[in-house]
């Protein structure tokens, strides 16, 4: 009983729950894909669902990981195969308070193309530093495609470097950020961009934000990142 | 006390909320975006919620402000940061009522690439008279690209110049009209102009109205605009 | 009394009510847009909302009208400006039992362009025959584009010919067909057929249905419709 | 009543039912299409509603074929049409559990052009092996396009070989699986992958799954279906 983790806060556990449901509810999951956060008690343990697809996550299905992705509660539970992306992050990037993995259909489109995701608009700013790029093959050959290990899981955290978000191929994308609504946030206007880029990239020349321009946009979103969080909470919930 | 704005009239109240609402269901605003509507009892004033999603703003929400964005009542709240746009446009055009400001995707794509917005049909008649481009970069150089003082709003003011739409690189639209329903009516048939505007250009030569053809349709659909206007009430009310 | 029009059979009522409904759920009219049918006990007469938008249509709303189009019941209401549509139609066809009109997005799109709309599948069968097209500007000059007189709505029947469809440049659509229940499947699958044609197009070389199959696929279908409209009536009253 | 055929498992029956609700609920199907499953008790039969759209389709809806898709029970209400397409994958496949005919429309517009369908990351690894392609016209001349007849299905079956979907041009496409779950599985990322793919090619240079990477992922997918059925189950239920 000695290593029973802390207990993480309520309202950081509500708060990773309805997350599961806004990425549900604004298509950025589906049956798959899941959120993780860091635990607010112990920089070195993460809080994520056990396997279960996540508009179905209720409090009762989260467990405690460590950075090894060890499960430190829920052990009678399966974990999801790749939870090794969120402890590798977590482990290189001590900034990094919540990541996302999904297979948001308009980011797998860019995914499997080399043309680079940038910001069309203030909403995006964050991808203004450019984004990640991993190729399972480079250092593991012909796989499944998942990260089912602590090395894979540590090659990705290497191509998401300083990113917000990290683009694998014929796979998925993962984001990070500093908190999960900040996260969300990430994970919500980078599927968005990537849908409009690709119209926008049709329709003509395209002027994309500069990286003055993305780095403020960014600084002055991180702050108004409520507004849009009370919005998905409540869609989530069935209120509006 | 002496100083205390006049109390609108409870439909023009009643309207606002309900536009919140139908600019959300119709995909126009997301938990960002605003739309106000000039006083009704005195025109140097305007009415906008305090920051909060429009999904989410009901009649308690409602602030007045004059026309160089004071908070005149609510002054507690906080208020949007780019509310400069609608009091600027307020002042520079006594015959607009309402405004419109969003991040309309199909719109945002088109903010960021060179191709005219025209009217493929009637419904966007309003688009016949072109619309006004705004480029922060011009006056402001490298900005977060939000509106966020009256000399910005002013500038965008002039952008707008007697066009119905203004596209503003890299961030998003502002629409104005002679009343809220009108107003909410050019931003829904704006959006939806852009997106099939993108799928003829693509599909081959697009015959667009004529500034004739145009001007006709328009004041053909200010008449009726009331049958759609009923119907996005009761859409956002969840009655249909 | 001597005048008064025959009362129409009560589920030809009740399937015209549906069908706005439908109509509307499929996205095919939103505020605007109308469906009519032949009066089942009078050839020369016609059942049609008055002004309203088709989701909110009542079995009250419901009025009829000869074939120039005149309100023979509920005169005091404000009739469809386009009403002539119907009547002219029903007019230069007498197999028509059933007209929709409509500004359906991907309809739209066709309708600027020059490109034919073909049939890609046995779904859409009934474009087989070629589809008309309709420009306003050549009998009537620089117009508001609405069909607001008979004579308007003679040409248009005249540009509709034998086809199910007739594509109006910088408007919408209409169709017609043998009842309410195979014109709203005409609208649905023409719709469907315009987006999807788009994509093909961009995908490569598409190999269109023959005359033959098309016709064929047209027999087969007219058959079976009743088992999409139980769906559709289902989906429209929110059952499914 | 020595021919009554054997009970099916009561859980068969319940997932046939929610299968042909998920099918509707993702788009797969419509008014039209259709799931079927081989029979618990006897390999020589399989379940298949009678003629009803998909999202209606109850228990009592459920017949018994034998594998020449003659109805053992359910003998007094219509079947599909195309019910052939069942029984003669069945016979030929004896590793086929469940099979899918539908027309959705976006592997309808890879069905009426020649670019291959291809996998683009893991989800839609079943299609690394090729997808079939059927073409009515070789063996049938010009017809309805409908699989209506036993040697239809059987030439359907040929096409199909040992492939997870087939492409039918001009028509739709159809899916095999190990169970009811796999199928659908496929049926859902088969139209995804179609969707994405579409796009990709637009925006650049596509690295799609290689065959390894494919049937890597694909044996990997085939453990964990579970957790998106009982996520699309929920959503068919209205409990999410």
Redesign the interface.
């Known amino acids: 009983m000695t290593d029973r983790p802390p207990e993480p806060d309520a309202s950081l556990l509500n708060d990773l729950v309805a997350a599961n449901r806004v990425l549900?509810a604004k298509g950025i999951v589906?049956?798959?894909g899941h959120i993780s956060v860091r635990h607010d008690k112990n920089p070195s343990m993460y809080l994520l669902a056990a396997?279960?697809?996540p508009?179905?996550v209720t409090k009762d299905d989260i467990a405690i990981y460590d950075l090894d992705s060890n499960a430190l509660t829920l052990k009678e539970r399966r974990g999801y195969?790749e939870r090794y992306i969120h402890g590798e992050i977590y482990k290189a990037r001590p900034d990094v308070m919540s990541v996302i993995h999904c297979?948001a259909?308009?980011l797998?489109?860019?995914?499997?193309?080399?043309?680079p995701l940038k910001p069309?608009?203030?909403?995006s700013?964050f991808l203004g530093h450019g984004v990640g790029r991993f190729e399972a093959r480079e250092a593991f050959g012909?796989?499944?495609?998942?990260i089912s290990s602590p090395d894979m899981g540590r090659e990705l955290a290497k191509s998401l470097g300083g990113h917000a978000v990290v683009l694998m191929?014929?796979?998925?994308a993962t984001m990070a950020g500093a908190s999960i609504k900040h996260t969300v946030f990430r994970a919500i206007y980078a599927a968005?961009n990537a849908?409009?880029q690709?119209?926008?990239?049709?329709?003509?020349?395209?002027?994309?934000?500069?990286d003055?321009?993305a780095a403020?946009?960014t600084?002055?979103n991180d702050k108004?990142v409520d507004?849009?969080?009370?919005?998905?909470k409540?869609?989530a919930a069935g209120e509006?």
Chains 1, 2, 3, 4 share one sequence.
């Not at 690709?198 to 500069?210: E, F, I, N, W």
């Open positions: 549900y589906d049956g798959l396997e279960r697809a508009a179905l195969i297979h259909p308009s797998v489109t860019f995914c499997v193309c080399q043309v069309l608009y203030h909403m700013g012909m796989t499944d495609m998942l191929r014929g796979h998925g968005l849908t409009m690709m119209d926008a990239m049709r329709l003509g020349d395209v002027t994309y934000l500069s003055e321009e403020k946009a600084a002055t108004v507004r849009s969080w009370a919005l998905w409540a869609e509006v």
